[in-house]
């Protein structure tokens, strides 16, 4: 049976117009101005509104070279659904306003696709196998089920959607959404662990969905550092100084930041399970961060600002 998460931000935080929506796309993609690499096995890119941060998203987006990928697992934070664990999207497939990607839980390891038989033949058990990965993480127990109304409330995945959309347009890819709950070190070890083997695999992808420092009043957070001169300036060295750490790959040294400055990134956990995937996989990962923005300078306490990061996950050919 069909089960559709709708686009339910779109008409507010992007536009629902198809025809803009392209045009939008096509103008960060093509400003951004990246070449396409089959090296890059994944992305860290922002989840805000299209207006804050469309452009900076193309950033992590337009690396991205479709050819030979054919699965998307998409890491997002939990907004507004606490949980201390991973959840699974109960969809069957996520709607863009310009191309909707099925979910990648269709297909029955005891049926056959080219007999129809519950004996699979050589040429069908390859495909089944590509078609499980929701059911194969599944039967670890580690995972919840996520709710439809969950499902399209959260916006960190979503916002990854229509870029995907266009960039996978005329590819055959499924998704794999994982809702990322509230996990302590632990736990971010352990999901890590189980997905690991994934990134190994270069038909799969991850996109995973972060904004970085929620600055002022309204956030509880006002962090500065006045060595660095303005408010705005002080938020930059804050940020640069995590992303600067995410790019060792040392999930450690990320958790340690994280709790000595307590920056307000909002995709802390997606990103601290995706650290230490690239550090255990059996493939060399160098993630480099391509674009920083923020939505407004700060340059007094009444003030507040979110900043967008991207960056891309390559295989390291040194």
Known sequence: ???????????????????????????????????????????????????????????AFGNIDPTNISRVFLLGPSHHYY???????????????????????????????????????????????????????????????????VDEAEHSMEMHLPYLAKVFKGHQVKVVPILVGALNAESEAKYGKLLEKYIDDPKNFFSVSSDFCHWGTRFNYTHYDNKHGAIYKSIEALDKMGMDIIETGDPDSFKKYLLEFENTICGR????????????????????????????????????SVSYASAAAKVDGE
């Open 83 to 149: 949980t201390p664990k991973c959840a699974l999207s109960t969809a069957t497939v996520y709607k863009t306003p310009i191309g909707d990607l099925p979910i990648d839980q269709e297909g029955n390891s005891d049926m056959c696709w080219i007999t129809h038989s519950v004996v699979p033949c050589l040429m069908c058990i390859g495909v089944t196998a590509e078609l499980l990965v929701i059911e194969e993480l599944k039967a670890t127990g580690k995972f919840e089920l996520m709710d439809l109304r």
């Open 1 to 59: 049976m069909e089960v559709i998460r709708r686009a339910s931000h779109a008409g507010s935080w992007y536009t629902d117009n198809p025809r803009k929506l392209e045009e939008e796309l096509d103008g960060w993609l093509s400003a951004a101005g990246l070449p396409k690499s089959s090296d890059v096995r994944g992305v860290i890119a922002p989840h805000a509104g299209y207006s804050y941060s469309g452009r900076a998203a193309a950033y």
């Open 269 to 304: 956990h997606p990103i601290g399970v995706f650290l230490h995937m690239t550090k255990n996989c059996s493939t060399k990962i160098k993630i480099q961060f391509l674009r920083y923005e923020q939505s407004s300078q700060c340059k007094t306490m009444r003030e507040s």
